[in-house]
């Protein structure tokens, strides 16, 4: 999945291991088997003396790497990519190589290594012949974050903010009543979702027709879902949709991921079928406006969002901006902003009179995104024209949401968007009313704070959680309380039920939902003012008791709720609430402070 990661990862993992001279030797075995597609016979010895198995590759992650030895090959392996594509070196064997290593050494199972892989090398072997300026180290910035190189050496954009008027009109004058938006999120919708079938089947998706049946009963896929990885069967999702038409909302929010994680089948035709059908399905089954964000898992293949400059049909992602605008033009024919669907898959609605909506498509954020590293300037133009909008919204006194798929402080949002993104929030605090957002399938939020005064909260942006189970998770959707003086959410609460249970009892055909919890009234809070909520959060870092329901409650009780979370754990979810920006560590730093100094001796 991740590329040009996969010989990194290898040898990483075989570096780590062994001393300097196997190393040596394993390196230059790499280089070899890099350039003639053979497998040096010693190499094997060495790899059998240290008796690596497909194990060490399973417990991997980056993040335990020394950081320093990761950065240095992945430059060194994108660098000799880059000079093998620039002598004209066959892409079908260069091809074929990367497909090999990445199967002998179970970086992934193998049908992702065959089908997922073959389409993204497409892309960065593109984005290599015909990129300005690509080079090793701007990929590896990308790939590894500001562990491996300061993005901003490779990507340091600027957008320009319009100064702050003196006073913000409000021409539109605001109720008294209160709406209820639902948040439905990675529904990864799986057709091929198979009750029965093998849920430990080693692969990247598990519960496929195609993965047979498991020898243990405990590992069958239950008829609600799975907790191993798996997506969400069609029964579940018009469960899903039975139940909350029953909440009586006035908007649905989805902010993408519908397709599901059998990321080695993906196609143009077939995610183009799927998205048109479950975006239609919600259509149907509400009265009221749905507004769909686009997810990673949208695209052909997963997270590649082309710039609009590539024309040609294999790595176009016009398709599926096509299909995004049939469905939001048959809910709102008048919209002139839906133009902007097909300049990149964002747009705006006027919901109501002072009550606007803006739909990003930030996988223009995503690291995975490789195209960044060909368009390494505000993709689509999209910060620019969100600055413009939002302009446009305050001299018309309205209220805005903002919905995206990608939280912008997450460890894969590029830091240059997130810090622009930040610096716009600052400037429109006033304007804008509400964030929601996708992609982590954990209940979470998220603050922002005055970049000039950072003891000051003023934004918060909420996360959705997951309809999918994937991984460890019960099946949830939120719904907001928001008050129609100013748009802003009062307060929201969480409904989920007990996939366990649920399973227990194949033969019903509805499942248990209850209200998991409301958030102020579970956290104690008069207001989900971002002041209060600031404060709030400090209190948090402080009482273990309140963390562990914090963490609970991330996994809607589900079974990632039952594993210990230790100090690291607690400390990385109190970051992941106050990082605005990828490679700004500080807030992070104060309230892992905080939280040190009244958790004891760590
Ligand atoms: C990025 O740009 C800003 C302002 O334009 C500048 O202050 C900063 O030094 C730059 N960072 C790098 C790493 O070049
Ligand atoms: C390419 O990137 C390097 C490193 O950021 C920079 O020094 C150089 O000026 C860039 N060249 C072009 C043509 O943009
Ligand atoms: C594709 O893009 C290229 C360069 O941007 C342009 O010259 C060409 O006319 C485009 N082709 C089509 C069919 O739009
Ligand atoms: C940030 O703080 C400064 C100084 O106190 C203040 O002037 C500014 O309005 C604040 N910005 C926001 C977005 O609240
Ligand atoms: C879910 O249901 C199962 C089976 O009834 C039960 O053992 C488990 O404790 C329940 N989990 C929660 C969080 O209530
Ligand atoms: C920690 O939070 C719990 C749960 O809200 C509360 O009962 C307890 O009083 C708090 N402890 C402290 C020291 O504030
Ligand atoms: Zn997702
Ligand atoms: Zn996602």
Redesign the pocket.
């Known amino acids: 999945m991740k590329g040009l990661l996969l010989f990194t990862i290898f040898s990483l993992c075989v570096f780590q291991k062994i001393g300097a001279d196997d190393a040596q030797l394993l390196k230059d075995g790499l280089t070899q088997f890099l350039h003639t597609g053979l497998f040096p016979e010693y190499l094997k010895d060495v790899s059998k003396y240290h008796q690596i198995d497909s194990s060490v590759f399973e417990q991997l992650s980056i993040g335990n790497l020394s950081s320093v030895v990761t950065c240095t090959l992945c430059d060194e392996l994108a660098n000799s990519i880059i000079s093998l594509k620039k002598i004209h070196t066959p892409d079908i064997f260069l091809k074929n190589i990367i497909t090999k290593t990445c199967k002998t050494f179970k970086v992934e199972d193998d049908r992702v290594c065959n089908g997922l892989l073959g389409p993204i090398i497409d892309v960065i072997f593109y984005i290599i012949e015909n990129g300005k300026n690509v080079t090793g180290p701007k990929l590896c910035s990308l790939l590894l974050g500001p562990t491996c190189h300061n993005q901003f050496d490779y990507f340091n954009w600027t957008v320009d903010v319009p100064p702050k008027p003196e006073v913000i009109p409000r021409k539109v004058i605001s109720g008294d009543d209160k709406i209820r938006i639902l948040h439905l999120t990675d529904m990864h919708i799986d057709p091929r979702y198979t009750p029965g079938s093998n849920a430990v089947c080693g692969e990247t998706l598990c519960c496929q027709d195609d993965q047979g049946i498991p020898e243990n009963s405990e590992d069958a896929c239950g008829v609600w879902g799975d907790y191993r990885s798996a997506d969400t069967p069609m029964k579940l999702l018009e469960e899903t949709l039975r139940h909350a038409k029953a909440q009586n909302v006035d908007y649905v929010y989805s902010t993408g991921d519908i397709i599901p994680h059998r990321v080695w089948s993906t196609s143009r035709e077939s995610n183009s079928e799927l998205e048109l059908e479950i975006m239609d399905l919600l259509r149907d089954s509400f009265d009221v406006p749905v507004l769909f964000v686009l997810g990673n898992h949208e695209p052909h293949p997963m997270n590649m969002y082309a710039p609009l400059s590539i024309n040609q049909t294999s790595l176009s992602t016009k398709w599926l901006y096509d299909a995004l605008r049939t469905e939001e033009l048959a809910e709102f024919p008048d919209e002139r902003g839906l133009g902007k669907i097909e300049a990149g898959g964002f747009y705006t609605v006027l919901l109501r009179p002072g009550f606007r909506v803006i739909v990003l498509n930030n996988n223009a954020c995503y690291t995975e995104n490789y195209w960044l590293a060909y368009e390494d300037y505000d993709l689509y133009g999209q910060l620019a024209w969100l600055i413009e909008v939002l302009s446009k919204a305050e001299q018309d006194g309205e209220y805005v949401h903002i919905l995206y798929h990608i939280p912008t402080g997450y460890k894969s949002c590029l830091g240059t968007w997130a810090r622009e993104y930040n610096k716009i929030l600052?400037?429109f605090?006033e304007t804008i009313s509400g964030q929601f957002s996708g992609h982590t399938h954990a209940d979470e939020f998220f603050l922002y704070y005055?970049?000039?005064?950072p003891a000051?909260a003023?934004q918060i942006a909420f996360n959705g959680a997951s309809l999918s189970t994937y991984v460890e998770n019960n099946p949830s959707y939120k719904i907001y309380d928001v008050n129609t003086r100013n748009y802003r959410v009062d307060d929201f609460e969480e409904w989920t039920f007990n996939l366990t249970d649920a399973n227990l009892y194949p033969e019903k055909n509805s499942v248990d939902w209850y209200k998991l919890y409301s958030f102020r009234e579970t956290y104690g809070l008069s207001s989900l003012d971002p002041i209060e909520v600031g404060r709030f959060v400090e209190d948090l870092a402080k009482n273990k008791t309140l963390l562990e329901i914090y963490n609970k409650i991330k996994f809607r009780m589900g079974t990632g709720a039952d594993k210990v979370c230790d100090d690291d754990c607690h400390k990385a979810n109190l970051c992941s609430i106050v990082t605005a920006e990828l490679g700004d560590t500080f807030h992070c730093e104060r309230i892992k402070k905080i939280y040190e100094d009244n958790n004891g001796k760590l």
């Open positions: 600052n400037r605090t005055n970049i000039s005064n000051e003023i």
